[in-house]
């Protein structure tokens, strides 16, 4: 079969393109979500962990926070994506969709926490004592002068946990989500030719994860000038 009967089958036929198509739409979805939860989710822990280390306070958030941390990062995210839809959340009123944004999310959060962190704790410590000697308590300090530099600082490491984020939201199709992978599943299950759908999701994957290095490049590029 030449390389045009591969592509009229697999992609043209029936339309089948639109199975990738909605996949593709539905990984952004996930990994949109779920980097706006890490993210969130990420600045409250590297707050938490760097106030105890700067203060000694909020001991016990702090534990809680290192479990958190050695149990997200110690498991297979596909495990922690299948315990969410599989014994958190069994009402069929949750979508695929909706629990992986929140797996992948927490999972994510767990690496946000520590980028987030580093950038914290490389600000100097004479940036806190300039906060604190223009009358500022503790946390209008980190608020308004350690914080907004640290994440200058991280953005485009954060950008590459979305760029990571894409990649790792390929395992939805264990919870019933029509991702771009599953989509391509799909097509082989109809066509029985594994090699044109499988090679075409991942040459979508390569194009959108170039794009978006490039776009982290620029970002990069900016930053820097930004700061002459």
Same mark, same amino acid.
């Given at each position: ?16 393109? %639109?199975?990738?198509?909605?996949? $593709? ?7 949109? *979500?779920?980097?706006? +939860? ?8 590297? +707050? ?6 700067? &203060?000694?306070?909020?001991?016990? $958030?702090?534990? *809680? ?5 050695? @149990? ?30 929140? #797996? ?23 940036? %806190? ?16 002068? +350690? +914080? ?9 490491? @954060? ?5 990571? $984020?894409?990649?790792? /939201? ?5 919870? #019933? ?18 090699? &044109?759908?499988?090679? &075409?999701?991942?040459?979508?994957? $390569? ?5 978006? /290095? ?15």
């Amino acid at each position: 079969m030449s390389i045009q009967e591969r592509l009229y089958m697999n992609l043209v036929k029936d339309q089948r393109w %639109m199975y990738l198509t909605d996949g $593709l739409l539905n990984t952004l979805i996930i990994t949109v *979500f779920a980097l706006l +939860i890490g993210v969130i989710v990420g600045m409250f822990i590297a +707050i938490i962990r760097t106030t105890h280390d700067k &203060t000694g306070k909020l001991k016990w $958030l702090d534990r *809680f926070c290192r479990l958190y941390l050695t @149990i997200v990062r110690g498991t297979p995210s596909v495990i922690q994506l299948m315990i969410f839809y599989y014994c958190i959340f069994t009402s069929r009123i949750f979508s695929g969709i909706f629990v992986g944004s929140i #797996a992948f999310g927490l999972n994510s959060g767990a690496y946000v926490a520590e980028i987030i962190r580093g950038g914290i704790m490389s600000i100097p410590q004479g940036q %806190m004592e300039a906060g604190r000697s223009l009358g500022f308590n503790y946390v209008e300090t980190m608020r308004y002068i +350690i +914080i907004p530099q640290a994440i200058k600082n991280v953005l485009p490491a @954060i950008f590459n946990e979305f760029i990571t $984020l894409i990649k790792e /939201t390929a395992v939805a199709g264990y919870v #019933a989500v029509q991702d771009l992978t599953k989509g391509g599943d799909i097509i082989r299950s109809r066509t029985y030719d594994a090699w &044109t759908p499988l090679l &075409t999701v991942a040459l979508i994957y $390569l194009v959108l994860t170039m794009f978006l /290095t490039s776009l982290e490049k620029r970002l990069e590029r900016s930053l820097r000038q930004s700061e002459r």
